[in-house]
């Protein structure tokens, strides 16, 4: 088979530079599509306990694991999305970093905080009922998660906030930080999409409402899970972009264009 010749090679490469362009999506719109969509998440999982499920209490009825799925939702997927992105921003790519790390580290506490009160209230739900706990692979998925987000925050506190933190411990610990915060993401979105799976088959088993006929409710958390699935993907997706990452201090400060594409 004959090589392919440099006109061939020329117009190759052209086509890929064209692709490329057309690929390539300037920041800050993205991020304003990303807000949207976290919003709407958040919207909706409310709409769907407040409408569906019969609203919020504290008295440890099903009112009160409602605030099970909208807890989670806003912090462990919605929030902890929005601090893992801090810096992607460009305004943090130059000046002091340690502002831009305390809205990182503040961003995520806030996120656990959240989780840790989601968590608490589909526990007192359940020792309101007598329902046992930790019995279901959801219920697992979603405890690890917690706890590898609250070793996950211990740890980066630790080797970038603290003054005495050795430069050697940041340098050899940030990539297993950045790792471990797209992955603890997509756990995330897997808890949450299985536990709206998990509430739908308890839920939609009566007469006309069963799952299987596929009745409003479950349309409209379908739709929910699907939204969560896709914010997920976006933002490691944002993570994993190389001209999204913020330059290295020995680098030279290649700034990414912030309304429109790059050339």
Not at 61 to 84: C, D, E, I, K, Q
Not at 152 to 180: C, D, E, M, N, S
Not at 207 to 225: D, I, R, S, W
């Amino acid at each position: 088979m004959a090589a392919p010749s440099e006109e061939e090679g020329a117009v190759g490469r052209r086509c890929h530079q064209r692709s490329a362009a057309m690929l390539d999506v300037p920041f800050l719109p993205f991020c304003a599509f990303l807000g949207t969509l976290g919003l709407l998440c958040v919207a909706m999982v409310g709409s769907w306990c407040q409408h569906w499920r019969g609203g919020f209490s504290l008295d440890g009825s099903s009112r009160t694991f409602n605030w099970h799925p909208v807890l989670m939702v806003t912090g462990l997927v919605v929030l902890y999305g929005t601090a893992a992105l801090v810096y992607r921003i460009p305004y943090t790519w130059s000046g002091p970093k340690l502002p831009w790390k305390v809205l990182h580290g503040s961003l995520a506490l806030g996120a656990f905080i959240l989780t840790v009160l989601g968590l608490s209230a589909v526990f007192c739900f359940h020792n309101s009922q007598g329902t046992p706990n930790m019995y279901s692979l959801h219920s697992w998925m979603g405890l690890g998660t917690v706890l590898l987000f609250s070793c996950q925050w211990v740890a980066g506190f630790g080797a970038f906030l603290l003054p005495w933190a050795p430069t050697w411990l940041r340098a050899l610990y940030k990539p297993i930080h950045v790792f471990f915060g797209s992955t603890i993401l997509l756990l995330s979105v897997a808890s949450c999409v299985s536990g709206i799976n998990e509430k739908l088959f308890f839920s939609l088993k009566n007469g006309t409402m069963q799952y299987k006929l596929l009745p409003a409710e479950a349309v409209f958390a379908n739709t929910l899970g699907l939204l969560i699935l896709i914010f997920g993907v976006l933002v490691v997706a944002a993570l994993a972009r190389p001209s999204w990452k913020r330059p290295d201090s020995d680098s030279p400060d290649s700034r990414q264009p912030l309304l429109s594409a790059e050339r």
